[in-house]
């Protein structure tokens, strides 16, 4: 079967640490090449897996099938649309956006020419939470959950590269690790109906959902725990007692199969579970916790 020619958009860590490797070694890709906002960095990325380094964005979408990014989510959201628009299959980072309307902007244009899109949402495709979310996902009888997605990224002493990420600064857990955990609990308990959100220390913020099953969740998310208190649990509890997620590893073997379902999206017609308009939604839900814990209205 013909490769799937990829393009890599992005040239940071995650791009440098995850996709990169990840589609330099999937036997069902072509990589054609890597993009980024700081040429030297595309250069050395390019130079690492063999490839193209482009200097001209469209360029690199009219040599691709398909196109992954490794952007901020606000600088992805109108270079996605962009490369739909020209009739490539899009693997985006989450989230989609952090406004509503440039989360339908790729919305529209993935629509309009009919492209496959999957957001990847690491704990979808990873080898040991995916299968788990699934078996979940096909049970009754959920009456609450919980989550805790506490990082260390602005804690004192980090060394993280992700901590000279300045969305990650302004936004904070709630934009970066909510989607982890909505990713996870709308399968299982439904489509959130009510929220309601306050914040706690430093960026963190606490939510409260109902969801349509009738179910309801809490989550509580930050980038700014002490490195003793860091760490992600999801717990479900209904008529089976309470139900733990599994780890995860892998971030690369993760965004394999995020590919390979990107790629089976693409040759079978059918729409990912996790496509851009789930991404939408996740924005969607963001954007008015946001607002809650602004005393804004949307």
Do not use: N
Request: proline content about 5%.
């Amino acid at each position: 079967m013909t490769k799937m020619r990829i393009g890599l958009i992005g040239t940071g860590p995650w791009a440098e640490g995850t996709q990169a490797p990840a589609l330099a070694s999937h036997p069902a890709v072509e990589f054609t090449g890597v993009w980024g906002r700081r040429p030297e960095a595309a250069g050395g990325l390019a130079a690492a897996h063999g490839i193209k380094a482009y200097d001209d964005v469209d360029a690199l979408i009219e040599a691709s099938d398909a196109v992954a990014f490794a952007l901020p989510p606000d600088v992805q959201a109108p270079l996605a649309a962009r490369a739909a628009a020209a009739g490539r299959h899009l693997l985006l980072d989450k989230p989609v956006a952090t406004t509503v309307a440039g989360a339908r902007e790729v919305v529209a244009a993935a629509e309009g020419t009919g492209v496959a899109s999957v957001v990847f949402c690491t704990l979808r495709f990873a080898a040991d939470t995916a299968p788990w979310i699934a078996e979940q996902a096909a049970a009754d009888g959920w009456f609450t959950a919980r989550a805790q997605w506490l990082g260390s990224l602005f804690a004192e002493g980090s060394t993280s590269p992700y901590a000279a990420s300045p969305w990650r600064r302004e936004k904070g857990g709630l934009w970066d690790v909510g989607p982890h955990v909505l990713s996870v609990l709308l399968p299982v308990l439904g489509d959130v109906t009510e929220l309601t959100a306050l914040r706690g220390p430093a960026d963190t913020v606490h939510l409260a959902l109902r969801h349509a099953s009738g179910a309801s969740s809490t989550a509580t998310l930050s980038l700014s725990a002490p490195h003793e208190a860091s760490g992600a649990a999801i717990e479900l509890l209904g008529e089976r007692g309470s139900v733990i997620m599994p780890g995860w590893g892998d971030a690369i073997g993760s965004f394999r199969s995020a590919v390979d379902a990107l790629i089976e999206s693409a040759r079978g017609g059918d729409a990912h579970a996790c496509d851009v308009r789930f991404g939408l939604r996740i924005t969607e839900i963001l954007a008015e916790a946001e607002s809650v814990t602004e005393g804004r209205l949307l």
